[in-house]
C-alpha cells in the first residue's frame, strides 16, 4: 500500500478546509492536482539542500524533454550514516547522493545496492568532488598556507569531530596524508605532527554546520577546517570581505557517491527514473550547476571554465594513502583506534 | 495574626521577582520569536509563510494532531474510567504503564517504533512483505504522537476522578442507568474542565513533538516534515528567517490554544454562577 497518494491529498484537504475558513489564509494558492505525476526520492546529506533544490526543476526539465512525462523529485536531507540507517529501516529512495563513501557501502552489505555500484558511473560513481580547505579570517593574519602552518603554537583550529562527522574525518585523514607525504611516511614524526594538530583543536563540533557556527558566529578559532565547497559557501553567506579561503597545496580528495537503490527503486517503479537522475548530473548542464555551488567535477570544459575558482592542488585519494575507507575506519576511527590513542597520549 | 510574606515590602518583592523571572523566560523569547520572523518584513514573513514545503508542514502537522487528539481523548477516558472505577488484578500495573511514555525519552519512543514497524522490525518484515509503509511515511509520525502525547488525557483525569469517588455512579446505578447514560450525565459533567485540560495539553504536544517524529519521519520535504522538523531544517539552512516564521506559527498555535482555554474556563465559571 501505498500512502503517498493518500496523505499528498489529506493534508492538503485538511490544510485547506482551515485555511479556507480563516479568512486571511485563504489566498494561498491551492494545489489541487487530479493526475499526481510520478514521483522519486533523493536521500541525500544535510549540506546539501541548497544544490538539490537548484537541481531537481532543471531535471525534471530534462527529463521532461527527453521522455514527455512530467515527474517530481523529493528531497530527504540527514547525516549521510542517519539516511543510510533509514533507508536500511525502510525510507523509501530511489537515489542516494551522499558525500561519504562507507555509507553507501552499508547499503551494498543491506543488499540494497548492487554490489559493483562504484563501477556503474564514471569516476567511481561520483559526479563531483571537492577537497578539505581552510577558512581564515580576513587578511590571513597569521599567514596560512598550509598544513604545517596548522600546527604552530599561535593557531587555533576548528573542525568537526571525526568521530561523529565525515567531515571532521576527510580533515583528519587530510592532514594525516599530508603529513605522510611530507615525512616520508615515518611513523613517529606524522603521529608527532597529528598530536600537535589535534591539540590545537579549540572546539569539537558535532557536524559541520555546528562547525561553522562556532567559527562565524561564536568567532571562536583562526582556522575553520572544511569542505572547499562549504567555505566558499560560508564566504558567501557571511560577507565575502571578512574571510578568505586557503587552498592548500596538498589535500585528500573526498568523493561524493551517487548510487541507485535497486531495491526499491524496482519497488516503486522507479528504475529508469532513478538512473536518468543520476546519469543527469553528468551532463554538462549539471556540471555547470555543481560548479556554480563551489564543487568541482570531471567535465572539461565546465572544469576549464571554472579553474580561476578552484586552485590546482595535489589530491591525494582515501585509497591510494589509507587503503580504502574501511581499513581507514578501522584503523584511526574505530574504538581505540589511532584516533583515540592520539587524543589520549 | 500576621503571617510571613504579609508585610508589604516582601510582597512586593516577591511580585516583583515572579514578573521578572516571567518576562524574561517566558514572554522575552516569545517576543523575540515573532522579531525574528518579522526581522525582514511583512511580506518576506508572507513569503516564507506561502512556501510550498511550510504548507505542507502545516498540512501535516494538522492532519497528525486532527487524528491524535480524538485518539488519546477516548483512550485516556477509558483508562481512566476503567482504573478509578472499577477494581481488578493488575489496576496498579496499568497505572504505572500509563506513564511510560512521560518516562522515556521521545528519541528513545520513536527508536522502539523503529524497531518494531522498521523495514528489519519485528513487524517490519511482515509489513514490507504485504508493500504497507508505516515508518517514514505519516502514519509511522501519527503512531509516534500518538504514544509521546497519551497520558496527558488520563494523567489529568485519574487523580480528579479518584477524589471524585464513585458514589455519585454507584447511586445512578440503583437507579437503574445504563453505563453509557452514567458516563455521559453523571461522570461526563465532573470531569469535563479536567478532560479540556487533558486535550489542551494533548494537542500542544502533538503539534510541538520533535524527537520521536524526527526519528521515524525520515526528513522528506514537504512530505513528512512537520512544522517543528521544519523550523530545524530551516534553520540549518540557514534560513533563520524562514525558521522563526515556521516557530511563530507554533507560538501563535500555542498562544490560541491558551486563549481557547481561557474563554472555556471564563464561560463555565458563569455558568456555574448562573446555576
Known amino acids: ?345 | 495574626m500576621v503571617r510571613i510574606g504579609d508585610a508589604p515590602g516582601v510582597r512586593r518583592t516577591l511580585i516583583g521577582i515572579a514578573l521578572a523571572l516571567t518576562a524574561l523566560f517566558l514572554l522575552l523569547p516569545l517576543v523575540a520569536i515573532f522579531a525574528q520572523a518579522l526581522a525582514s518584513g511583512l511580506d518576506v514573513y508572507w513569503q516564507n509563510l506561502s512556501d510550498d514545503y511550510t504548507l505542507a508542514a502545516i498540512g501535516l502537522t494538522l492532519l497528525v494532531t486532527l487524528l491524535t487528539v480524538p485518539v488519546n481523548l477516548v483512550f485516556g477516558v477509558f483508562l481512566a474510567w476503567l482504573v478509578t472505577r472499577f477494581s481488578f488484578p493488575g489496576r496498579r500495573l496499568l497505572q504505572t504503564l500509563i506513564d511510560i511514555p512521560f518516562a522515556v525519552s521521545p528519541v528513545v519512543a520513536g527508536l522502539v517504533y523503529l524497531l518494531l514497524y522498521g523495514r528489519n522490525g519485528w513487524l517490519g518484515g511482515w509489513l514490507d512483505a504485504y508493500d504497507i509503509q508505516i515508518m517514514f511515511a505519516w502514519p509511522g509520525i501519527v503512531l509516534a504522537t500518538i504514544f509521546v502525547t497519551c497520558p496527558f488525557v488520563a494523567r489529568e483525569l485519574i487523580p480528579l476522578m479518584q477524589s471524585q469517588g464513585a458514589r455519585e455512579e454507584e447511586a445512578a446505578v440503583t437507579l437503574g442507568a445504563s453505563g453509557w447514560t452514567i458516563f455521559r450525565r453523571v461522570t461526563l459533567p465532573k470531569i469535563r474542565h479536567a478532560l479540556l485540560y487533558g486535550v489542551i495539553l494533548t494537542n500542544a504536544r502533538a503539534v510541538g513533538e520533535f524527537g520521536a517524529v524526527s526519528v521515524v519521519a525520515g526528513a522528506i520535504r514537504g512530505q513528512t516534515n512537520t512544522l517543528p522538523l521544519q523550523v530545524e531544517q530551516l534553520y540549518q539552512d540557514y534560513n533563520t528567517v524562514g525558521a522563526f516564521t515556521s516557530a511563530s506559527l507554533l507560538a501563535m498555535l500555542a498562544l490560541l490554544t491558551l486563549a481557547a482555554k481561557a474563554v472555556l474556563e471564563w464561560r463555565a465559571a458563569r455558568r456555574e454562577i448562573a446555576t
Open chain 1, 1 to 345: 500500500m501505498n500512502w503517498d497518494m493518500n496523505w499528498r491529498a489529506a493534508p492538503r484537504n485538511v490544510f485547506l478546509a482551515t485555511a479556507l475558513s480563516a479568512t486571511a489564509l485563504s489566498s494561498l494558492p491551492a494545489q489541487a492536482q487530479d493526475d499526481e505525476p510520478r514521483e522519486m526520492l533523493n536521500a541525500s546529506y544535510d549540506i546539501a539542500r541548497e544544490l538539490f533544490a537548484a537541481v531537481n526543476p532543471k531535471f525534471i526539465a530534462w527529463w521532461e524533454a527527453e521522455h514527455d512525462e512530467t515527474v517530481a523529485v523529493n528531497q530527504s536531507h540527514g547525516g549521510s550514516s542517519t539516511q543510510a540507517r533509514s533507508i536500511m529501516q525502510g525510507l523509501r529512495a530511489d537515489v542516494v547522493t551522499f558525500n561519504q563513501v562507507t555509507d553507501v557501502n552499508v547499503l551494498a552489505d543491506a543488499g540494497l545496492v548492487a554490489e559493483d555500484w562504484q563501477d556503474q558511473y564514471p569516476n567511481n560513481a561520483s559526479p563531483y568532488y571537492s577537497t578539505t580547505a581552510f577558512l581564515v579570517r580576513k587578511g590571513n593574519p597569521q599567514n596560512i598556507e598550509s598544513w604545517d602552518d596548522l600546527t604552530r603554537d599561535d593557531v587555533s583550529l576548528i573542525f568537526p569531530n571525526p568521530k561523529t562527522s565525515g567531515n571532521g574525518r576527510y580533515t583528519y585523514l587530510a592532514a594525516w596524508a599530508y603529513a605522510d607525504q611530507a615525512f616520508d611516511g615515518d611513523e613517529e614524526q606524522i603521529e608527532s605532527y597529528m598530536k600537535q594538530f589535534l591539540g590545537n583543536v579549540e572546539v569539537f563540533d558535532t557536524g559541520g554546520r555546528g562547525a561553522t557556527t562556532t567559527f562565524v558566529e561564536r568567532d571562536i578559532g583562526d582556522v575553520l577546517i572544511t569542505f572547499e565547497s562549504e567555505v566558499n559557501n560560508i564566504r558567501q553567506e557571511y560577507g565575502e570581505e571578512d574571510y578568505e579561503v586557503v587552498v592548500p597545496p596538498v589535500s585528500i580528495l573526498a568523493e561524493f557517491p551517487v548510487a541507485v537503490v535497486d531495491e526499491y527503486a524496482e519497488r516503486n517503479g522507479n528504475d529508469d527514473l532513478a538512473h536518468g537522475y543520476l546519469d543527469y548530473l553528468y551532463t554538462p548542464e549539471a556540471q555547470r550547476l555543481l560548479a556554480d555551488f563551489n564543487y568541482r567535477v570531471n567535465d572539461e570544459e565546465v572544469a576549464a571554465d571554472n579553474s580561476d575558482r578552484f586552485p590546482e592542488t595535489e589530491l591525494l585519494r582515501v585509497e591510494d594513502v589509507f587503503g580504502g575507507w574501511p581499513e581507514a575506519m578501522e584503523t584511526h576511527f574505530a574504538s581505540g583506534g589511532e584516533l583515540d590513542q592520539l587524543q589520549r597520549r
